[in-house]
């Protein structure tokens, strides 16, 4: 079992730069490493949309092409956590944010496939 808890979110204005955060807890911790960990987001109204993955290792990271070279994705097993990076921001990055966990699989864009997710952070850009 993993919980997963973001923060970070908030209100910016377009070109700012936000960080949000994923803590991961359960037993035993070092079970974080079996798990690719991603971020998805939805706006109201809107479905859900794939932002990225990383591998479980840290080492192949993956985003849509409307956020790269933007948002980087990173994680740090030693303390479960994983970051994403969000800079040079737009009104269209207004959403909700999730963060999720699956076993293995880090470039998957369907959030039916993962098996863990947080409770959701606030991301407000205007412009």
């Known amino acids: 079992q993993v919980q997963l808890v973001e923060s970070g979110g908030g209100s910016v204005q377009a070109g700012d730069s936000l960080s949000l955060s994923c803590e991961a807890s359960?037993?035993?911790?070092?079970?974080?490493?079996?798990?690719?960990m991603a971020w998805f987001r939805q706006a109201p109204g809107k479905e859900w949309e794939y932002v990225g993955a990383?591998?479980?290792?840290?080492?192949?990271?993956n985003y849509i092409d409307s956020v790269k070279g933007r948002f980087v994705l990173s994680r740090d097993n030693a303390k479960s956590t994983v970051t994403l990076q969000m800079s040079s921001l737009k009104p269209e990055d207004t959403a909700v944010y999730y963060c999720a966990a699956r076993i293995e699989t880090y470039n998957d864009d369907n959030h039916d496939n993962y098996d863990y997710w947080g409770q959701g952070t606030q991301v407000t850009v205007s412009s």
């Open positions: 359960g037993r035993p911790p070092s079970t974080f490493t079996l798990y690719a």
């Open positions: 990383v591998s479980p290792s840290g080492g192949k990271v």
